[in-house]
C-alpha cells in the first residue's frame, strides 16, 4: 500500500470512529455509509490468480481506492479453503458451500422430503422422520474436541416439530433424529467444545408441562425447557425446567455452562406483554449441579416421558443463573478466548458482554449475577448476533440500521469501567436487514479473522426480480484488514438463518460408501433374515400374500434384474437396491414409472423404499442418475399382475 493510500486509510478510520459515537449517541443515520468497501466501489484485486494472496499487487492495477484484503475468487477447478455449512431454513436441510466462492456445493437434506435421494420416502428416513416432513432449521454447529472442530458429526435443530437430527461428515448424510420431548420451538442448540458430549437444545414457546390439555389459557403454568442430548448416542439425557423461553444457545469452552437468552422474561403470551420489560436475562446452566441432581434422582417427570426433569422454577436456585441483560436478548456467542459471553440486545442498542470466569462466584453467591457483567457497549439498532476474528474483535450483525458493527471487546470493557475510550471500530453496510452473521472458525478456539458471512434476510433489488418471494442474500466480507470489505453477493433460497465457516482441512468425507451409518444395521438385518449378501445378490422374495422384497444390484450401465415379474396388484412391495459400483461420483437411483417412486444409491451404497404395486400393467423403472453412455438404457419393466 502507497504512503497515500494509508493516510487515507488513516483518515477514514478517524472517520469511522467519529461516526462510532454518533451511532452510540442514537444519530444512527449518519453512519450509513460509513466504513464498507463495497463490491461496487472497490473490487478486489482482479486476475491475480493466487486464491489466498493478499488482493493488492499481484496482478492488474487495483483502482487507487481498492485497499488491501483477500482474493475471494476461486479459479475454475480450484477448491475453497472452507466449507460452509449453512442452515437451510424452512426448506429443512442443510446446505454446503464453498468459501470464499459461496459455490453451493450439496443440499443435505434433513427434515425435508427430497425427490432427487428420495429421502423422507425410503425406508429407513421414513422411518426416523415419524410420518413428518416439514422442518425449520435455523442452526447448524459441528462436534468438538479440545475447543476447536473435530469433522465427525453436523448437529441440526428442526423449530417446526421440535427434533434435532445429526448429520455425519464422513457421509454427508443425516443418521440420528431425535424429538425432544415436552417442548414447542426447539431453536438455539450448541454441542458443547470441551469434547464430543452434550448437546443442548433451547424450547423457544413456553407450554404446559405436560402439555396434555388440562391447562390450556393459562400462562403461568407455562414453562421453557432447556434439553441435553447426548451427541454421541443422541438419546436425550436430561432436562431443566425454567420460567421464560429461551432463544439462542452457547456453551463455554470447559464444559461447565450453557447458556441460552430469554427474551420473554415476562412469560407473555402477546407480543406486548413480551416487550414490556426493560431487562431480560442470559440463563447460564450449571451443569454440575444439574447432573449431580440427575444421577441423586432429585428430578420430576413430565406426563408420560421418561427423561428426567431438574425443576429450576424457583427465583434462586443451583442450577440456572439469570443474568439481567438488555431488553429482549437474541444472539449469545462466546469468544474465541472462552473469556466472555457477548448477549446482542436486539430491543436495546446495545450488547452485554458477561465475563465467563465470575460465573462460578455469583453461583456461589459471592458476588451478584448481575456483577458479571463487564461491558454494555452501544452497537446500534437491533444487534442479533456476534462473530468474532481472533484478534480480540467482534463483529455484531445489526438488523435495523442493516449493517455489521465491529467493536472491540477490551475497548468496550475498558469505556464500561469509565475510560474515555473508542471501542466502535467501524461499521459495513450490507444488503439488507441482516440476521446472524458469522466468521471463518469463529466458534472455534482457531478463529482466524479472515471471511465473515452477513446473512441478510432481504435481498430486495440486488438480483434480477423473481417475483415476490425473493432470495436472501447471504454477503461475503472480507475482515483480514482494519476495514471491513464487502466482496460478494449470495443469492439463497429460503432461509437460512446461520452458518459456520470451518476450514477444509477439518474435514474428510468419503468418496465410496463407508456402509458405516446407522441405516445399514437394518439392511443388515433384512439380509441376513433372507440369507442374502447385500453387495453381490439379486432375488424377488415373496414374504406372504401381499408382500414382496426384492434385492437388487446394479452395475453401470445395468440392473441385475431387468425383469420383476409375479407382482400382484395392491401388493406391498419393498426394493432394497445396491450400487456394486466402486468408482468415485457414479451414482445409480432406482425410479419406478407412476409408483412416487424415485432415490439414490451412490457408489457401493444401499438403499430401500418400499410402495404399493399399482393397476395391473408394464412399469419401466429406470436409473434416474446420469452414470454411463448407456445410462437411459438402465431400465427394466415391472409386471403387474391382476389380482
Ligand atoms: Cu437469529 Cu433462529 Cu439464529 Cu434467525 S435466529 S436470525
Ligand atoms: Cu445408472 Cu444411470
Known amino acids: 500500500m502507497s504512503k497515500n493510500e494509508e493516510a487515507k486509510n488513516a483518515g477514514r478510520r478517524n472517520f469511522l470512529r467519529t461516526s462510532g459515537v454518533l451511532g452510540a449517541s442514537g444519530v444512527l443515520g449518519a453512519t450509513a455509509l460509513a466504513g464498507c468497501g463495497s463490491q461496487n466501489q472497490d473490487p478486489p484485486g482482479t486476475g491475480s490468480g493466487t486464491g489466498t494472496g493478499t488482493g493488492s499487487g499481484t496482478g492488474g492495477t487495483p483502482p487507487e481506492t481498492a485497499p488491501a484484503g483477500l482474493n475471494p475468487h476461486v479459479e475454475p477447478g480450484q477448491l475453497d479453503e472452507y466449507y460452509g455449512f449453512w442452515s437451510g431454513g424452512q426448506s429443512g436441510e442443510i446446505r454446503i458451500l464453498g468459501v470464499p466462492s459461496m459455490r ?159 427474551y420473554n422474561s415476562e412469560r407473555g403470551v402477546h407480543l406486548e406483554e413480551m416487550m414490556s420489560a426493560e ?45 439481567p441483560v438488555a431488553k429482549s436478548p437474541h444472539g449469545v456467542n462466546i469468544d474465541p478466548t472462552g473469556h466472555y459471553a ?65 467493536w472491540n471487546i477490551e475497548n468496550a470493557i475498558r469505556a464500561h469501567a469509565g475510560e474515555q475510550v473508542e471501542y466502535i471500530v467501524n461499521r459495513c453496510d450490507v444488503q439488507y436487514q441482516v440476521g446472524h452473521t458469522n466468521a471463518s472458525m469463529s466458534e472455534t478456539r482457531e478463529a482466524d479473522g479472515r471471511w465473515l458471512i452477513a446473512l441478510c434476510k432481504f435481498s430486495k433489488d440486488r438480483f434480477l426480480n423473481v417475483g415476490p418471494h425473493k432470495p436472501e442474500n447471504d454477503q461475503l466480507i472480507d475482515i483480514s484488514g482494519e476495514t471491513m470489505r464487502l466482496v460478494h453477493d449470495g443469492p439463497t433460497f429460503s432461509e437460512p438463518h446461520d452458518c459456520v465457516v470451518v476450514r477444509a482441512d477439518l474435514i474428510h468425507p468419503t468418496s465410496i460408501q463407508n456402509r458405516e451409518a446407522a441405516r445399514f444395521r437394518l439392511y443388515e438385518q433384512w439380509a441376513q433374515e433372507d440369507g442374502i449378501n447385500l453387495l453381490e445378490d439379486s432375488r424377488i422374495i415373496r414374504k406372504g400374500p401381499q408382500d414382496v422384497r426384492i434385492y437388487m444390484t446394479s452395475r453401470a450401465p ?58 395391473p400393467g408394464v412399469y419401466w423403472y429406470y436409473c434416474p442418475w446420469f452414470c454411463h453412455a448407456l445410462h437411459l438404457e438402465m431400465r427394466g419393466r415391472f409386471f403387474v399382475e391382476p389380482r
Request: contains cysteine; aromatic residues 8%; charged residues 20%.
Open 279 to 323: 431487562r431480560d436475562w442470559l440463563y447460564v446452566f450449571n451443569l454440575a449441579e444439574i447432573q449431580r441432581a440427575v444421577d441423586a434422582g432429585q428430578t420430576i417427570r413430565i406426563g408420560s416421558s421418561p427423561v428426567p426433569v431438574v425443576d429450576a422454577t424457583a427465583d434462586t436456585n443451583p442450577f440456572v443463573m439469570r443474568i
Open 558 to 615: 445395468n440392473f441385475a434384474l431387468t425383469e420383476i415379474p409375479g407382482i400382484k396388484t395392491g401388493d406391498r412391495v419393498q426394493i432394497i437396491c445396491t450400487n456394486q459400483d466402486d468408482v468415485e461420483d457414479l451414482s445409480h437411483g432406482f425410479c419406478l414409472s407412476r409408483h412416487d417412486v424415485c432415490m439414490v444409491v451412490n457408489p457401493r451404497d444401499t438403499n430401500s423404499i418400499t410402495f404399493t404395486a399399482g393397476a
Open 342 to 406: 457477548v448477549v446482542a440486545g436486539k430491543l436495546s442498542p446495545t450488547g452485554t458482554v458477561v465475563d465467563i470466569t465470575k460465573i462460578a462466584d455469583a453461583f456461589a453467591g459471592r458476588i451478584e449475577p448481575r456483577e458479571c457483567v463487564v461491558a454494555e457497549p452501544e452497537l446500534g439498532l437491533g444487534p442479533l448476533h456476534t462473530a468474532f476474528d481472533g484478534r480480540g474483535n467482534a463483529y455484531t450483525s445489526i438488523f435495523i440500521d442493516s449493517n455489521i458493527t465491529k
Open 104 to 262: 453451493e456445493l450439496k443440499r443435505i437434506p434433513v427434515f425435508n422430503r427430497e425427490s432427487a435421494t428420495g429421502h423422507g420416502a425410503t425406508d429407513w428416513t421414513k422411518q426416523v422422520m415419524g410420518g413428518m416432513h416439514v422442518g425449520d432449521t435455523h442452526h447448524v454447529h459441528l462436534s468438538y474436541n479440545d475447543g476447536t472442530y473435530d469433522g465427525r458429526y453436523i448437529y441440526v435443530n428442526d423449530k417446526a416439530n421440535a427434533r434435532l437430527a445429526r448429520v455425519r461428515c464422513d457421509v454427508m448424510e443425516m443418521d440420528a433424529m431425535v424429538e425432544i420431548p415436552n417442548s414447542q420451538g426447539t431453536h438455539g442448540i450448541f454441542p458443547q467444545r470441551h469434547r464430543t458430549g452434550l448437546v443442548f437444545c433451547n424450547s423457544e414457546f413456553q407450554i404446559p408441562t405436560p402439555n396434555d390439555g388440562s391447562v390450556l389459557d393459562d400462562p403461568t403454568q407455562y414453562y421453557g425447557l432447556h434439553t441435553a442430548v447426548d451427541g454421541e448416542t443422541m438419546e436425550v439425557r436430561w432436562q431443566v425446567k425454567v420460567p421464560g423461553n429461551m432463544d439462542l444457545a452457547a456453551t463455554d469452552y470447559q464444559g461447565n455452562y450453557s447458556f441460552a437468552t430469554c
